[in-house]
């Protein structure tokens, strides 16, 4: 009895989604620009004790190195599946500190009208299963879709660069960020 216990667990095991974090399932693939993206990596975003989204990272080849995708001009996304509810104002005020980290206040004051655009895309209050995703693709820009649906889009590889150092720059002075970003980092 004891062995067939042992042996169903074994093989529930096997049959767990790779990407599944936190009870949400992420797919293992994702085509953005008509370019096929793997899932790099995916942890757990929380506050405190709670667990608000699981992140993931997808792109064209594995890498554990930050500033190489922060830097690259290719298809790339992060989808954030969302465990907990969440307002928008929470988000944009989670944007922003982390444009202040990633930019400085100075390079914050420079994409102010970018940071404002992508702020305003955010206007749904989450629930347990929706996601957001953000989504580069070169010479298109920043994308955010809501549940699979555009929302609206920034341009520039220079806006993308800053929306990407949010969770992969080396300014995150949160550590349960810090440890989403080494989990997206395939880490």
Same mark, same amino acid.
Not at 36 to 52: D, H, P, S, Y
Not at 146 to 172: H, M, Q, R
């Given at each position: 009895?004891?062995?067939?216990?042992?042996?169903?667990? $074994?093989?529930?095991?096997?049959? =767990?989604?790779?990407?599944? &974090?936190? /009870?949400?399932?992420?797919?293992?693939?994702?085509?953005?620009? +008509?370019?096929?993206?793997? !899932?790099?990596?995916? /942890?757990?975003?929380?506050? $405190?004790? #709670?667990?608000? *989204?699981?992140?993931?990272?997808? !792109?064209?080849?594995?890498?554990?190195? =930050?500033?190489? &995708? #922060?830097?690259?001009?290719?298809?790339?996304?992060?989808?954030?599946?969302? !465990? *907990?509810?969440?307002?928008?104002?929470?988000?944009?005020?989670?944007?922003?500190?982390?444009?202040?980290?990633?930019?400085?206040?100075?390079? @914050?004051?420079?994409?102010?009208?970018? #940071?404002?655009?992508?702020?305003?895309?955010?206007?749904?209050?989450?629930?347990? +299963?929706?996601? *957001?995703?953000? &989504? *580069?693709?070169?010479?298109?820009?920043?994308?955010?879709?809501?549940? /699979?649906?555009?929302?609206?889009?920034?341009?520039?590889?220079? $806006?993308? @660069?800053?929306?990407?150092?949010?969770?992969?720059?080396?300014? #995150?002075?949160?550590?349960?960020?810090?440890?989403?970003?080494?989990?997206?980092?395939?880490?």
């Amino acid at each position: 009895m004891k062995r067939i216990t042992i042996a169903s667990m $074994f093989l529930l095991c096997l049959l =767990a989604p790779a990407g599944n &974090v936190g /009870g949400a399932e992420l797919p293992d693939t994702m085509t953005v620009g +008509g370019k096929e993206l793997a !899932l790099n990596g995916a /942890g757990l975003r929380k506050k $405190f004790f #709670i667990k608000v *989204y699981a992140g993931a990272l997808y !792109l064209q080849s594995k890498t554990k190195d =930050a500033k190489a &995708v #922060i830097d690259a001009d290719e298809p790339m996304m992060i989808r954030m599946h969302f !465990l *907990y509810g969440v307002k928008p104002s929470q988000l944009t005020d989670a944007w922003n500190e982390g444009f202040t980290n990633a930019l400085g206040e100075d390079g @914050k004051a420079a994409m102010q009208s970018k #940071i404002d655009a992508f702020n305003a895309m955010f206007t749904e209050k989450t629930k347990k +299963g929706n996601t *957001y995703d953000v &989504v *580069y693709t070169p010479g298109s820009g920043v994308e955010v879709r809501f549940n /699979g649906n555009a929302v609206g889009k920034v341009e520039g590889l220079d $806006f993308k @660069k800053a929306v990407f150092s949010i969770w992969l720059g080396e300014k #995150i002075p949160d550590k349960n960020l810090r440890g989403l970003k080494t989990a997206m980092l395939g880490g």
